[in-house]
């Protein structure tokens, strides 16, 4: 795999981002196979002002050194100038930064040994906000030389030549190849991620009758919960079956089928109160894998509430190891 820097406009999404490949790698995350799960055996990392110094060292000898593991690292602008990583092939701008002069130094971490590099700029229109004319303007250009369009910035770099019009040039450019009587080499085409999810994520139509008849059974259950109640706080801070999730349960209906989507979308602190919210899911929807609720009721946890994971159905141990740890700080970087 090819050294590559994706550069993040927050530590947030740095996160997201880490978190997200963590999530779908599993195991594969590390090298070699069946090694150890710990950092210095992880195949990306993050880098930003709040990584750890060990972490960063990590990161900065991996890239330095031809054999190191780490090749992909999710970074902010703390990893700009100053640092000259000579053997990286790709940098992925997620949101372009808010001035052009950073844009042209962050794309400049790649290629730095002369070989042909490539520089990608993915974004959404919130990546936009407080951004100045230039980058607006260079995000929206979908015709002319992007290369030049930068390079018309700068006095210092505007009288450089460049490779126009072919392949090797820009993704606009690309578009016009006619290196041959008709360029061979395939256009890059970028899936459209957000619309992947939505096609993969189920929804439901959803009634303003449905809505009424679960707010109902919702309610009923909240009061039932907390009937009977002695206690000097509000008893929504004993039961655990507030409003506030009977307004969340409300808004997310239309996508909540499982206990999975439960405990990752509305705010449940108890196993029985998930499996009861899928019930009256089920009772006015009538479309919940009845399976999968068998299963959950059948398993009920021995251990305490907090040690249960729903994701798994099984209770699970906190642990002291040294391998644990160093995962858990790679996660907080």
């Not at 050294?3 to 999530?23: M, N």
């Not at 993704?171 to 619309?195: A, G, R, V």
Request: some cysteine; charged content about 30%; overall charge negative.
């Amino acid at each position: 795999m090819e050294r590559t820097i994706v550069y993040c406009k927050s530590i947030k999404d740095c996160g997201r981002l880490f978190k997200l490949f963590k999530s779908e790698l599993g195991s594969d995350s590390y090298f070699p196979q069946g090694c150890q799960k710990e950092s210095q055996n992880m195949l990306f990392g993050m880098f930003h002002h709040n990584t750890l110094d060990k972490h960063k060292d990590r990161i900065l000898n991996s890239f330095h050194n031809e054999d190191g593991v780490c090749r992909l690292v999710f970074v902010t602008n703390a990893l700009g100038m100053g640092i000259n990583f000579p053997n990286v092939r790709t940098v992925i701008n997620y949101g372009p930064p808010r001035e052009v002069e950073e844009l042209v130094q962050e794309v400049g971490r790649a290629g730095r040994d002369g070989q042909p590099a490539l520089a990608v700029l993915l974004y959404h229109g919130r990546h936009l906000r407080k951004c100045e004319d230039t980058i607006i303007e260079y995000c929206s250009n979908s015709d002319d030389c992007l290369r030049k369009h930068l390079a018309s910035q700068f006095e210092q770099i505007q009288e450089l030549i460049f490779e126009c019009g072919t392949h090797d040039c820009c993704l606009n450019c690309h578009q016009k190849c006619y290196c041959e009587e008709k360029c061979q080499i395939p256009i890059p085409c970028f899936d459209d991620i957000t619309s992947n999810v939505e096609k993969k994520m189920r929804i439901r139509k959803v009634s303003k009758e449905d809505k009424t008849l679960l707010r109902e059974l919702l309610m009923e259950h909240k009061d039932s919960q907390q009937s009977g109640l002695v206690t000097y706080l509000h008893p929504e801070c004993t039961a655990g079956f507030s409003n506030s999730l009977v307004k969340a349960v409300i808004k997310q209906c239309n996508k909540i089928f499982t206990l999975e989507g439960i405990v990752s979308n509305l705010p449940v602190f108890k196993r029985s109160h998930a499996v009861d919210l899928l019930n009256m899911l089920n009772d006015v929807f009538e479309d919940i894998d009845l399976k999968q609720l068998e299963i959950a009721v059948e398993t009920a946890p021995e251990c305490l509430e907090r040690d249960y994971d729903l994701t798994y159905n099984q209770c699970y141990e906190y642990e002291s190891s040294s391998n644990s740890s160093e995962e858990e700080e790679e996660c907080y970087e």
